[in-house]
């Protein structure tokens, strides 16, 4: 399991260290010194990469607890925390499974003010 997780954690830093490093090809001009072909295809990567990794560029190690608002939608996410072992909290509705989740919150996940409720409690309680 130790084995698994430290590959878990170098192929995320790979992906990070990748999006910087085209990040700072286009600030520095070194795209411009490429065919258009190439850069084309490179600000298409980049453009990717940002998409699904932008919002845990920053991020140096793996999480302490995962909030899961639609167990449902997010079942992939849901098992890759069940095999790294990080904690969830889950936002369970009548077609959830709520053995999956550490912490199960019962609640209607389709609605926005009862998510934005119940979130805005465990952000003051973090």
């Given at each position: 399991?130790?084995?698994?997780d430290?590959n878990?954690?170098v192929?995320?830093?790979?992906?990070?260290?990748e999006?910087?490093g085209?990040?700072?090809?286009?600030?520095?001009?070194?795209?411009?010194?490429?065919p258009?072909?190439?850069?084309?295809?490179?600000?298409?990567?980049?453009?990717?990469?940002?998409?699904?990794?932008?919002?845990?560029?920053y991020?140096?190690?793996?999480?302490?607890?995962v909030?899961?608002?639609d167990?449902h939608?997010?079942y992939?996410?849901?098992?890759?925390?069940?095999?790294?072992?990080?904690?969830?909290i889950?936002?369970?509705?009548?077609?959830c499974d709520?053995?999956?989740a550490?912490?199960?919150?019962p609640?209607?996940?389709d609605?926005?003010?009862?998510?934005?409720?119940?979130?805005?409690?465990?952000?003051?309680?973090?």
């Amino acid at each position: 399991m130790a084995r698994r997780d430290l590959n878990e954690l170098v192929h995320y830093r790979n992906e990070t260290s990748e999006v910087q490093g085209l990040e700072n090809g286009t600030k520095t001009g070194r795209l411009n010194r490429l065919p258009k072909r190439d850069a084309a295809v490179v600000k298409r990567q980049l453009s990717l990469l940002q998409t699904y990794l932008g919002g845990i560029k920053y991020m140096t190690g793996l999480p302490d607890i995962v909030i899961i608002v639609d167990q449902h939608e997010e079942y992939t996410a849901l098992r890759e925390c069940i095999t790294l072992g990080i904690p969830t909290i889950c936002l369970i509705d009548t077609n959830c499974d709520p053995d999956l989740a550490d912490i199960s919150i019962p609640a209607n996940d389709d609605a926005i003010s009862s998510i934005r409720l119940i979130l805005n409690k465990l952000v003051f309680a973090i």
